[in-house]
């Protein structure tokens, strides 16, 4: 059988015969002790993992590089400065794959939903029915600060999505609360301006509101599109998405966005990709390893 190869030539992750370098063990073990169920890493700063692994900077970065050449971690979204918010640092997201031959062949501990539409992109996400010049201060962060919010809005549907999966969910009460918690204690601290502007200038206005609204909605939207095209009565405890890099090659309005579901489903199929677009299609595969690679760059499994 012909071995997959990465765009690049390489040797492509899954099943790929490269092994970890004592660094690069040590780092993965120091992502993994921070991991939720479906191999997702937030909250955990470059000083923490330097202390916990003893890697100067240089050291680490190249070491994230190595573990996301190998298909170890999917995907890295560098966290950003306080040079764009005030006083404010927000670390990366790791999103880690927990299913990687390489850590063994024990049964299946996530599954996989790939859902691809004709929708939003993600600045329009972010923004669409916010204020023109909230919108505006918004978009003016650039592309690094965006893509740490787009991803933070990933992580907010989906702590909706894991609570409510299966089932209505309601704009008020106590899971809708937990989530206005959450963004509260994460996006308050983002401030945008000049602290000698005044404070409605200063302090970033309407924002956790909307977030909040576009999480619940984006989470209804996806579970009136997938419920009844993915595993019939299961019910997963932890839901996490992984939103795919948008197309450069002319297909920018197919938006696609990765569901790691946390555990597998019994006696069902470990990966489903559903492109609910005109002509497309619902596939299911037995796991996510099934999948061309080509996709699996395309779906945001893998990075190059």
Known sequence: ???????????AAPGASGRLGAATRVLFAALLTFADQCGVVTG?????????????PLALKHQVVRLVSLGFIRGHVPGVSNGFFVGARVPSTYYL????????????????????EDGLSRNERLTNRLPFDVAGALLSLGPAALDVLYHKLARYTSHLLSLTWG?????????????AGMIGRELAQLKVGKPEQNEAGYYWPKVLDHFFEV???????LKQKLNGK???GYQPQLVRLIPA????????????VSLIVYPAPENQKGCIVYKDV?????????????????NRYEFGLLTE
């Not at 999480?215 to 939207?221: G, I, K, L, Q, V």
């Not at 890099?245 to 938006?255: F, I, T, Y």
């Not at 005109?278 to 080509?294: H, K, Q, Y």
Request: charged share 25%.
């Open 278 to 294: 005109p002509g497309g299609f619902l596939r299911e595969f037995d796991s996510e390893a099934d999948l061309d690679v080509w």
């Open 230 to 232: 993915a595993w019939p």
């Open 215 to 221: 999480a619940f909605d984006w989470s209804e939207h």
């Open 167 to 179: 089932g209505p969910g309601e704009r008020y009460g106590e899971v809708p609360a937990s989530l």
């Open 44 to 56: 955990v700063g470059e000083a923490k993992l330097r202390a916990m692994t003893g890697l100067n």
């Open 97 to 116: 794959n927990l299913d990687h031959p390489q850590l063994g062949e024990q049964s299946l501990r996530c599954a996989l939903l790939v859902y691809a």
């Open 245 to 256: 890099p948008e197309s450069e090659e002319g297909n920018d309005s197919l938006m696609i």
């Open 1 to 11: 059988m012909r071995q997959q190869v990465r765009k690049d030539g390489r040797p």
